[in-house]
T-cell receptor
Framework: EAGVTQFPSHSVIEKGQTVTLRCDPI?????LYWYRRVMGKEIKFLLH????????ESGMPNNRFLAERTGGTYSTLKVQPAELEDSGVYFC???????????????FGPGTRLLVL | AQSVTQPDIHITVSEGASLELRCNYS??????LFWYVQSPGQGLQLLLK??????LVQGIKGFEAEFKRSQSSFNLRKPSVHWSDAAEYFC????????FGAGTTVTVRA
């Protein structure tokens, strides 16, 4: 069974440009999460999808970040325009059961390393 | 609000020696606790989790963790470390979303 995949693995862009990160969850997983780790800090929650619906986007830093989940399958996270402080590693995770999400194991992708210059 | 503290940023241990990583949590109800490991270039991999029941939890790769409610702790242990255990370890508490500690980097010396 394929795990969570993320694309690209690395991205280097200049301040003001746009970047789109993609996450493909494990097939059949209805829960999809985005997290971010800024250098030297903890991994922080960004948002949570159940199928195609946003359940919680309380961790999104500001309106320069836009997440979508097309048809309840893959998800994209767009940063527009990117700022220096957006640099970090963006992780995607998925889990299966929406009825007891606390107990479910979240399976993580390898992350996308974003550097904004 | 839930939170996790990992007091040790970096630990160096000799191969074959025992390892203990500390984790303290803050959560109002029964915590759902996890330990993840991230090896270089890899994503986070689940080592073990605790929801209820036996407070000593066995995980993969020979790791175990003990839940102590009185101390609000969930420390991770391994009796004999292998060079491949060099990685960054994260403790997390779940409220459907995970709240992570800052991570502990483990270096294994020969």
């Amino acid at each position: 069974e394929a795990g969570v995949t993320q694309f690209p693995s690395h991205s280097v862009i200049e301040k003001g440009q746009t970047v789109t990160l993609r996450c493909d969850p494990i097939s059949g997983h209805d829960n999809l999460y985005w997290y971010r780790r800024v250098m030297g800090k903890e991994i922080k929650f960004l948002l949570h999808f159940v199928k195609e619906s946003k359940q919680d986007e309380s961790g999104m830093p500001n309106n320069r970040f836009l997440a979508e989940r097309t048809g309840g399958t893959y998800s994209t996270l767009k940063v527009q325009p990117a700022e220096l402080e957006d640099s970090g590693v963006y992780f995607c995770a998925s889990s299966q059961d929406v009825t007891r999400p606390r107990a479910e194991t979240q399976y993580f992708g390898p992350g996308t390393r974003l550097l904004v210059l | 609000a839930q939170s996790v503290t990992q007091p040790d940023i970096h630990i160096t241990v000799s191969e074959g020696a025992s390892l203990e990583l500390r984790c303290n949590y803050s959560y109002g109800a029964t915590p759902y606790l996890f330990w993840y490991v991230q090896s270089p270039g890899q994503g986070l991999q689940l080592l073990l989790k605790y929801f209820s029941g036996d407070t000593l939890v066995q995980g993969i790769k020979g790791f175990e963790a003990e839940f102590k409610r009185s101390q609000s702790s969930f420390n991770l242990r391994k009796p004999s470390v292998h060079w491949s255990d060099a990685a960054e370890y994260f403790c997390a508490v779940a409220d459907y979303k995970l709240s992570f500690g800052a991570g502990t980097t483990v270096t294994v010396r020969a």
